[in-house]
């Protein structure tokens, strides 16, 4: 029991240092576009070499188009097959428009990160329904604080976000005197606030 109760009390720090580390790291499960677009992919190189094997090209741009299929092979491996295939049996179907758009909306969702913000409240909720699930003294002591924490966590982050309307909405003078009114935070709280913020 006390092995759960020291991590339950480490997990809160385990959690602020990871919102300040940033969520550049961590990324979204692979959807269903970008399944496709990595599929589609290996068939764009597959006919690709295809065509280039069949057509008097050089040796170089066969051998491009034969490694290019051989590595395309990876990105499908790794993100999974879709649910749903693209038509790509020529290349007139892989050079389709909705291709295309389907490669814009895989690149555009590839750049998408998870909100610090509620990846911190998914793991409080995780720990609180932990805590609950032990039970007893400590389990109540740790779900206690664990709501506390969560509560002043979306408290900052209310605050954080207030603060950057109020700089957006008040340019000139307003927000020279808001910065003044900041600037004898220290050195942790700017750096704290600066990672919350980006």
């Known amino acids: 029991m006390k092995k759960v109760l020291t991590i339950l009390i480490f997990m809160p720090w385990v959690l602020v240092c990871f919102l300040t580390a940033g969520c550049n790291s961590l990324r979204f499960a692979p959807s269903q576009s970008q399944k496709q677009n990595a599929w589609l992919h290996n068939r764009t190189a597959i006919v690709a070499a295809e065509t280039a094997g069949s057509e008097s090209v050089?040796?170089?741009?066969?051998?491009?188009?034969q490694l290019s299929e051989l590595q395309s092979r990876a990105f499908t491996s790794y993100f999974g097959l879709p649910k749903e295939f693209p038509p790509s049996d020529t290349a007139e179907d892989i050079l389709a428009q909705s291709n295309f758009q389907l490669a814009r909306t895989a690149l555009h969702e590839s750049a998408d990160r998870p909100d610090g913000w509620q990846l911190a409240d998914n793991v409080f909720e995780l720990a609180i329904g932990?805590?609950?699930?032990?039970?007893?003294?400590?389990?109540?002591?740790?779900v206690r604080f664990l709501k506390t924490a969560r509560?002043?966590?979306?408290?900052?982050?209310?605050?954080?976000?207030?603060?950057?309307?109020?700089?957006?909405?008040?340019?000139?003078?307003?927000?020279?005197?808001?910065?003044?009114?900041?600037?004898?935070?220290?050195?942790?709280?700017?750096?704290i606030v600066a990672k919350m913020k980006a």
């Open 130 to 142: 932990l805590s609950a699930l032990l039970g007893g003294v400590y389990g109540t002591r740790a």
């Open 58 to 65: 050089s040796e170089k741009l066969q051998a491009l188009t």
């Open 151 to 191: 509560t002043k966590q979306n408290a900052l982050q209310e605050i954080i976000t207030g603060n950057e309307l109020f700089k957006r909405q008040n340019a000139g003078p307003t927000a020279l005197a808001f910065k003044q009114a900041h600037k004898n935070q220290s050195p942790q709280t700017r750096q």
